[in-house]
């Protein structure tokens, strides 16, 4: 259970009680240890509605996004004191802040309950005393005077979570409402924080999130001080009776604070000055991940966290390189040690063959094998609702079912919406890309820079974390007495799957269904899948196929990659899959 955030480096020394106009002009580098933790500023209200494009501004008002983003996210905390209006969250998604509908609507599986101050302990005793108890145990509790802490109901947490990861670029901005796939770049949740009365404290602990806090009724007053565990991969919590959380905790701190001590904040694991706020309603909170604070209750009331979390770059590079060592026999290999062969031996000259992977890797894209352009523009959000989230905790099709099934997808395949869901035979609703009409984003960030490829000469790989099969060879295994219209269904449609082998249940980072409806896409996307399964290299096939030349049983070498960017720059129609392909990641252009 966390809340909140940290790390280091902000704006100006004077810029405390200013407004956007001011801070702008400390654009200055200063250092952060002579800094206090927090820059306070005092706003205009404004309203402030989950659902609106610009929510993370709104929110900052009048403190300019670019300048939170480029010089106080993850460095320092930003305090808004400006009685915002809060109308639209509690009306619209938090039940007018009536406890009894937020416990009944809220996300979490259980309620967590924090005992009063001095219940059942002595009275100098500020150590949290929780129990977990199901949201109906959880309101008498409340309204005798315990603090409860649960998760957001799920409109209000999908809204919040999803805006504040587009709009700070955590994650790539990569979400999954239904909280399912578990190699999504960025993750988040919104808790709920509510008081039936003042004097509940929150001792010093930090957390390992990025986190926003909207005070929507009552006061509390946090402070803070700044901690040395840069990019932390879990809280602290000495606040709380964990003994079982001590050794994790203190192994991941030290991994960049060396001295860093599981106690209060001391000289070993923070430092520079505390400094106190007071939330009132309608104020608006950062605090970044690795910050020591505690939170005390001034006047009861509710407010919410929204605290982000992403994927770390070790995490993603490690899960890459897994996947390619996974090609090799040898690193799939169960590790064994005999009387004359030793593990250790083999494991020295497996790592003998790593600078040949990390150099192959380099030339087949690299970085951009691993982050395509897809996973560079954050998802058009979608809303999932009860019921289909309870559709996701059953992926069990019953037999009378199978039938409509087929029905719905040959219906579904005549659709030629770019990004549709429609069922295929799998009895799965599938994102389904009409790799036809797509059109490859444009810019430098979110798509590919064409015209510089173009310009500098360049070269169409494959990636070697990507792997595209038709649908109809996957279905083709399924028992059912319908083949004739599941091979209707399926036809035309592909399933391509990257970086999947670095996880034990093999998800994919990036799963696409892709359908083609042109004759020569379908030609060009079949020939890809069987240069695969030949161990050749679709790149080469492709670009004959595109130029018109005769494919070759061996498939010799060709290439001519500035021809196929021309193409793509003036939109020519015979190179209709190569856009989908570059922006899903089963292509890479690199430079010569």
Excluded at 24 to 34: A, H, I, M, N
Excluded at 207 to 218: P, V, Y
């Amino acid at each position: 259970m966390t809340s909140l955030a940290d790390k280091r480096s902000p704006p100006s020394p004077a810029s405390q009680g200013r407004g956007a106009s001011e801070v702008k002009k400390s654009k200055g580098t200063f250092d952060v240890s002579k800094s206090g933790p927090v820059l306070k500023l005092t706003g205009t209200s404004s309203a402030i509605d989950p659902s609106s494009p610009t929510f993370l501004q709104d929110l900052l008002s009048p403190l300019p996004r670019d300048y939170f983003l480029r010089n106080l996210f993850r460095k320092k905390a930003v305090h808004i004191a400006s009685k915002n209006n809060v109308q639209s969250i509690v009306e619209n998604y938090m039940y007018h802040l009536d406890m009894r509908h937020v416990l009944e609507e809220t996300s979490s599986d259980n309620v967590f309950v924090w005992l009063a101050p001095n219940f059942g302990g002595g009275n100098d005793d500020k150590t949290i005393r929780s129990v977990e108890v199901d949201s109906e145990s959880a309101l008498p509790l409340f309204e005798c005077g315990h603090a409860t802490y649960c998760r957001a109901p799920p409109e209000l947490e999908q809204l919040l979570v999803s805006s504040l990861l587009r709009d700070t670029g955590l994650g790539c901005g990569q979400f999954d409402p239904s909280g399912e796939r578990s190699t999504v770049l960025g993750r988040g949740e919104v808790e709920v924080f509510a008081a039936s009365r003042a004097g509940h404290t929150t001792n010093w602990h930090t957390d390992f999130q990025e986190n926003f806090t909207i005070q929507l009724s009552g006061q509390k007053r946090w402070t803070l001080k700044q901690g040395r565990a840069t990019h932390p991969l879990r809280g602290c919590t000495p606040h709380y009776r964990a003994p079982d959380a001590v050794e994790g905790q203190l192994k991941s701190a030290r991994l960049s604070a060396h001295e860093f001590e599981f106690t209060q904040p001391d000289e070993t694991n923070s430092f520079g000055t505390e400094e106190s706020v007071l939330l009132q309603p309608g104020d608006s909170f950062y605090f970044p991940a690795g910050m020591w604070h505690k939170v005390e209750t001034v006047e009861a009331g509710v407010s919410i966290n929204v605290s982000l979390m992403a994927t770390n770059y070790a995490s993603l590079f490690c899960q890459s390189l897994q996947h390619l060592l996974l090609k090799h026999d040898g690193w799939r290999e169960a590790v064994a040690n005999f009387d004359n062969i030793s593990a250790a031996d083999t494991l020295e000259n497996l790592m003998s063959t790593l600078p040949g992977i990390l150099t192959n890797l380099e030339a087949s894209g690299g970085a951009r094998a691993i982050l395509p352009p897809v996973l560079l523009r954050p998802p058009q959000f979608a809303m999932i609702g009860e019921d289909e989230e309870d559709e996701n905790d059953s992926n069990e099709v019953e037999e009378g079912d199978v039938e409509s099934i087929y029905e719905e997808a040959v219906g579904a395949h005549k659709s030629s919406n770019y990004s549709s869901s429609s069922a295929t035979s799998s009895g799965v609703n599938e994102d389904v890309v009409d790799c036809d009409s797509f059109e490859l984003p444009k810019g430098k960030v979110q798509g590919i820079d064409l015209e510089s490829y173009s310009n500098k000469g360049c070269k169409l790989v494959k990636n070697p974390l990507a792997t595209l099969m038709q649908m109809k060879d996957i279905t083709a295994y399924y028992e059912d007495a319908k083949q004739e219209e599941k091979e209707r269904a399926d036809d035309g449609l592909y399933v391509l799957n990257i970086n999947y082998a670095g996880n034990e249940v093999h998800e994919s980072i990036i799963r696409t269904v892709i359908k083609a409806g042109n004759a020569k896409t379908c030609e060009i996307l079949s020939a890809c899948c069987k240069s695969e399964k030949r161990g050749n290299d679709p790149a080469e096939v492709v670009q004959q196929l595109i130029s018109g030349r005769e494919q070759t049983a061996l498939c010799p070498a060709f290439c001519n990659p500035a021809e196929v960017v021309q193409q793509l720059i003036s939109g020519r129609e015979q190179t209709a899959p190569i856009p989908c392909l570059l922006h899903y990641g089963y292509f890479v252009l690199t430079y010569r």
